[in-house]
């Protein structure tokens, strides 16, 4: 079953930064004609709203992938086919969350 064509939005980083380094903010001129993608993409995030959008990462999901990858050694999925790898991930999550609720009822 096809799913039906979504719009988003997407914030993806352009380069690595520091905790609580200062960007300058935004300029006020249009991006010049022969801007790339990630010089758009650079312009986004320098904005209010792109600050704020890319900081609520932090809050959300961008830490449970961090813990997923580093404690549990998650670094690539070891079947082929969509069907096989949402299940694989479906395993994943959820031994990472019942070892979460392990060690807050009993350690």
Same mark, same amino acid.
């Given at each position: %079953?096809?799913? !039906?064509?979504?719009?988003?939005?997407?914030?993806? +980083? $352009?380069?690595?930064?520091?905790?609580?380094?200062?960007?300058?903010?935004?300029?006020?001129? !249009?991006? !010049?004609?022969? +801007? $790339?993608?990630?010089?758009? %993409?650079?312009?986004?995030? #320098? $904005?209010?709203?792109?600050?704020?959008?890319? +900081?609520?990462? #932090?809050?959300?999901?961008?830490?449970?992938?961090?813990?997923?990858?580093? +404690?549990?050694?998650?670094?690539?999925? =070891?079947?082929?086919?969509?069907?096989?790898?949402?299940?694989?991930?479906? =395993?994943?999550?959820? $031994?990472?969350?019942?070892?979460?609720? @392990?060690? =807050?009822? @009993?350690?």
């Amino acid at each position: %079953m096809d799913q !039906p064509e979504q719009k988003i939005d997407g914030y993806v +980083a $352009t380069e690595r930064q520091k905790h609580g380094e200062y960007k300058e903010p935004c300029p006020r001129r !249009p991006l !010049p004609k022969g +801007a $790339t993608r990630v010089d758009r %993409m650079r312009r986004k995030l #320098k $904005t209010k709203v792109g600050k704020a959008v890319y +900081a609520a990462r #932090k809050a959300i999901v961008e830490p449970v992938f961090g813990q997923i990858k580093h +404690a549990r050694g998650f670094r690539q999925f =070891l079947l082929r086919g969509i069907g096989k790898v949402r299940g694989e991930w479906s =395993l994943v999550c959820l $031994t990472h969350n019942i070892l979460k609720l @392990y060690r =807050l009822c @009993y350690e």
